[in-house]
Nanobody, 124 residues
Framework: QVQLVESGGGLVQAGGSLRLSCAAS????????MGWFRQAPGKEREFVAR????????AYGDSVKGRFTISRDNKKATVYLQMNSLKPEDTAVYYC?????????????????WGQGTQVTVSS
C-alpha cells in the first residue's frame, strides 16, 4: 500500500513561483514512476508531469512545458514540482500519483494511490 501526501500549495500572484512536494510512505519508492496531475473546477483531471524511477526521464503537459520542473529524492521518498511563471489558468488542485502500469503514461486512469491534493490559486 502506498500513501501520498501533497503539500506546498497556496495563493500566489501571476508570474510567481511555488514548489509542491509529495511525500510517499512506502519503502520501494524508487521503483515507481510518479506523476503530477491537476484538476480545475468543472474540468477533467489533466496531466502535468511525470518522472521515471531514478529521475532520469521526465515528461510534461504542453501547457506547463518550460515553466514547471518535476524532480524526486528517492532517499526522502518525495517527488517535487517546481512551478515558475505561474498563470491564473494554472489554478487547480494538484495531485500526485503512482503510475500503476509502468508504461510512462499520461492518462490519469493508469495512475493510483492518489493523494488528497493541494490547492494552487494564481491571482491575476
Amino acid at each position: 500500500q502506498v500513501q501520498l501526501v501533497e503539500s506546498g500549495g497556496g495563493l500566489v500572484q501571476a508570474g510567481g513561483s511555488l514548489r509542491l512536494s509529495c511525500a510517499a510512505s512506502v519503502r520501494t519508492f524508487s521503483g515507481y514512476i510518479m506523476g503530477w496531475f491537476r484538476q480545475a473546477p468543472g474540468k477533467e483531471r489533466e496531466f502535468v508531469a511525470r518522472i521515471s524511477e531514478r529521475g532520469i526521464r521526465t515528461a510534461y503537459g504542453d501547457s506547463v512545458k518550460g515553466r514547471f520542473t518535476i524532480s524526486r529524492d528517492n532517499k526522502k521518498a518525495t517527488v517535487y514540482l517546481q512551478m515558475n511563471s505561474l498563470k491564473p489558468e494554472d489554478t487547480a488542485v494538484y495531485y500526485c500519483a503512482v503510475d500503476r502500469t509502468y508504461s510512462s503514461s499520461s492518462d490519469p486512469g493508469d495512475y493510483g494511490y492518489w493523494g488528497q491534493g493541494t490547492q494552487v490559486t494564481v491571482s491575476s
